[in-house]
């Protein structure tokens, strides 16, 4: 992975940790960068849930250029979150990120690039080797010369050699795909005032049900230790007037 290794990337990658609105940053001329913007805003709790639908309408609608809904989810209860990612073209990722801080707050961002460069260069080297040895393969089939055992050895090797260089225009496809369009990961959380008000409500209804369990604790106690309570007073009781008695005959005696 690199950090925007440009020094035009370098510019928009401190605006971006400064929570700021950084300039669209595309993959330069002849460069292989697939890049990922992740960001955290703060927005009040009741837009959370909308805000979310809002982007993946906008995303699937292709309102800022292509784009690909990733993954959507959403937490309610006392400190209710969301989350969106997906994937667009460069143009479309100022616009989409301007739309999902409207009313909110840029708390964090971070935009980072893996160099797919080798990736893409090994693939098209597997690619063009399977191709080359597909065509040799193909030329030994048609001759005159083969034989029938060697004509299976031919086929079967042919039939990998095909579903290698499947695969090989699948990555290559993803590989592309990653560096034409970049990622973007939206996190949505309330602001700090909000969470600071929801434990103070939360504290307080809390207190309610802790006193109501302390009360309910110092009523078992009493019940428990009641009865021992009063077997333990008849035996001081009776221990007393023994004790008195027994005094009263020791000064009989004197």
Known sequence: MLLL??????KTEMAADSGGGAGAVASPEGAALAYEHDLDIRLDAAQIGPRVKQIADACQSA???DCAVLQVGQQGGEYPTGSIRVRIAPKGVEPIIGLAGQGGEVSSRNTHAEDLAQQV?????????????HARLLA????????TADLLVVSQR???????VEQANKDAAQQRRRIDTQ?????????????????IGEALRESGAILTASVAF????VAALLPVAVVLSVFVWIGLKLWRRRQRRLQATH
């Open 5 to 10: 290794t440009a020094s035009g990337c370098s």
């Open 63 to 65: 309102r800022f250029g």
């Open 121 to 133: 260069a090994d693939t098209a080297l597997t690619k063009a080797r399977l191709e080359k040895e």
């Open 140 to 147: 030994y089939q048609d001759s005159r010369t083969i034989t």
């Open 158 to 164: 042919l039939a990998e050699i095909e579903a290698g």
């Open 183 to 199: 990622l973007v990961t939206l996190q949505f959380h309330t602001p700090s005032g909000q969470r600071s008000r929801s434990e």
């Open 218 to 221: 110092v009523i078992r106690a």
